[in-house]
């Protein structure tokens, strides 16, 4: 067990020492998430068009734009074992002693630091245009502990998608395929009963809406009402998506 946990903040290691020596791409990934609090939030705050609440509607979506970026980051983060696996170093690793468990578990992991990465950008200029967070700083830790394992459910996703594929060209494609219908058919951008009914039923089996939901009450609205579904929903997601993409991850160098 010891060695299993060993590799897999090895993995995590090896991402952190990636992010200190380049951190243009998390700059760049940041735009699309600001645009969507910048100029999307305060035009449908306007309308006044979607049930909030009490809650302002910008507020209402910040926690949806902050997890579609996190998703986003972990679902493409498969490109990197697509680039891994043509140079050679993926062989490297499946002929040690690490299970191809610890592997997995360790390089959806190391996804996790670069959520976190979105989060210390996004919630900056998320205040400087008015949202207001919950001042509870068991709360935001919480919401950050459910951040980090949630991308590396995404980012088994993403394994599992390389696996399969192999190659960068449609990795991409499918990548595209998968962020944009999970983040719209979730609660990120309204409440799920504005919804038709065959996206509600969709909805429920979407790990982005669990997610979006906890941390939306965590770091927003102070509803925990639901708190306990969402954690177990996203930890049966994560064991569901890291099994999955164990049995399958040595095919990526098949």
């Known amino acids: 067990m010891i060695e299993f946990f060993r590799n897999v903040f090895a993995m995590i290691e090896l991402e952190l020492r990636r992010m200190r020596h380049d951190r243009t791409e998390f700059y760049s990934r940041a735009v ?4 969507w609090l910048a100029v999307y939030g305060p035009i449908m705050s306007t309308v006044r068009a979607i049930p ?116 960068r060209e449609r990795f991409m494609g499918i990548g595209q395929a998968l962020t944009m219908p999970l983040f719209f058919a979730s609660n990120a951008l309204y409440p799920v009963k504005m919804m038709p009914l065959f996206l509600q039923y969709i909805s429920r089996v979407n790990p982005m809406s669990y997610v979006v939901d906890a941390v939306r009450g965590l770091m927003i609205t102070g509803d925990l009402s639901n708190i306990l579904i969402d954690i177990v929903a996203i930890a049966i997601f994560d064991a569901v998506m890291f099994t999955l993409a164990s049995v399958n991850f040595k095919k990526i160098v098949e």
Do not use: C, H
């Open 52 to 167: 909030t609440g009490n809650i302002p509607y910008i507020d209402f979506i910040t926690p949806g734009v902050l997890i579609q970026s996190t998703t986003f980051i972990a679902i493409f983060y498969g490109i990197t074992i697509v680039w891994e696996r043509e140079s050679g170093i993926l062989k490297k690793l499946l002929v040690t002693p690490a299970s191809r468990f610890a592997l997995v578990i360790g390089r959806a992991m190391a996804s996790g630091p670069r959520a976190l990465f979105q989060v210390i950008i996004i919630v900056p200029i998320a205040l400087l245009l008015g949202v207001k967070f919950i001042p509870n700083p068991a709360y935001f830790s919480l919401a950050l502990v459910i951040i980090f394992f949630s991308s590396g459910g995404f980012a088994a996703i993403s394994i599992l998608i390389a696996s399969l594929l192999k190659t």
């Open 32 to 35: 699309q998430p600001i645009l």
